[in-house]
């Protein structure tokens, strides 16, 4: 049950650290899934019945990012652990164009050079207009940038066949570009609040709860 008590719970166990992958059965060596399950399922898994395939998929990638430290990926998850919650009764395909369409104009430009570039990037009110900026971005910077837009622009192209996993997987690596493990962090962390505001745009049932990540 999405309840205040065990949003309360679901953050006390948030809060000793997230693991890489599915991890243990205990406080502060489970991923943000598992400590979803542990709470509301009284189980040891990362699939929650209240959370959408496209929401876990997204999720599930995050997490298993290479954060500096446990305790990094556990304050970077923390508000997208609660926002989540009931997000298996919003449209999923809806939840996955956000993320694509907010990563190329919030995430990429964080990455990409001073320019017009990046300027047109953040511009896109579109996935059309957001998949010819993140294309033309694709030779700006270094290496890393340059394969930063490739993935965005790969993430809302949508060619036919393609599996929302797929996409996510594709928007999940796309800005991960930083140097440094704090960089790469900050990166993260704006990932997880770009779906944050999507899920709050979309009425997730978690939403309603956010005040108590702030307590």
């Given at each position: 049950?999405?309840?205040?008590?065990?949003?309360?719970?679901?953050?006390?166990?948030?809060?000793?650290?997230?693991?890489?992958?599915?991890?243990?059965?205990?406080?502060?060596?489970?991923?943000?899934?598992?400590?979803?399950?542990?709470?509301?399922?009284?189980?040891?898994?990362?699939?929650?019945?209240?959370?959408?395939?496209?929401?876990?998929?997204?999720?599930?990638?995050l997490n298993d990012q290479n954060w500096s430290t446990?305790?990094?990926?556990?304050?970077?998850?923390?508000?997208?652990?609660?926002?989540?919650?009931?997000?298996?009764?919003?449209?999923?395909?809806?939840?996955?164009?956000?993320?694509?369409?907010?990563?190329?104009?919030?995430?990429?430009?964080?990455?990409?050079?001073?320019?017009?570039?990046?300027?047109?990037?953040?511009?896109?009110?579109?996935?059309?207009?957001?998949?010819?900026?993140?294309?033309?971005?694709?030779?700006?910077?270094?290496?890393?940038?340059?394969?930063?837009?490739?993935?965005?622009?790969?993430?809302?192209?949508?060619?036919?066949?393609?599996?929302?996993?797929?996409?996510?997987?594709?928007?999940?690596?796309?800005?991960?570009?930083?140097?440094?493990?704090?960089?790469?962090?900050?990166?993260?962390?704006?990932?997880?609040?770009?779906?944050?505001?999507?899920?709050?745009?979309?009425?997730?049932?978690?939403?309603?709860?956010?005040?108590?990540?702030?307590?």
């Amino acid at each position: 049950m999405i309840n205040a008590r065990n949003v309360k719970k679901i953050l006390a166990l948030v809060d000793q650290g997230l693991s890489h992958g599915l991890g243990k059965p205990e406080p502060g060596k489970m991923c943000v899934e598992a400590a979803v399950c542990s709470v509301l399922e009284g189980r040891h898994g990362d699939d929650p019945a209240c959370v959408g395939s496209a929401v876990r998929e997204f999720k599930i990638n995050l997490n298993d990012q290479n954060w500096s430290t446990n305790a990094a990926r556990a304050a970077g998850l923390r508000r997208l652990a609660i926002a989540q919650l009931g997000s298996d009764t919003i449209s999923q395909e809806d939840f996955v164009a956000a993320l694509a369409l907010g990563t190329v104009t919030e995430i990429l430009p964080l990455v990409l050079p001073a320019g017009k570039e990046r300027d047109r990037c953040a511009a896109a009110t579109t996935l059309k207009e957001a998949r010819s900026a993140a294309d033309a971005a694709v030779g700006v910077g270094g290496n890393d940038v340059g394969d930063a837009a490739e993935a965005a622009y790969r993430a809302v192209a949508y060619p036919a066949g393609r599996t929302i996993a797929t996409a996510i997987a594709e928007v999940a690596f796309a800005a991960y570009a930083a140097n440094a493990p704090a960089a790469d962090d900050h990166i993260r962390c704006a990932s997880a609040e770009l779906a944050v505001q999507i899920l709050i745009s979309m009425n997730c049932p978690g939403t309603k709860f956010l005040k108590l990540t702030e307590e």
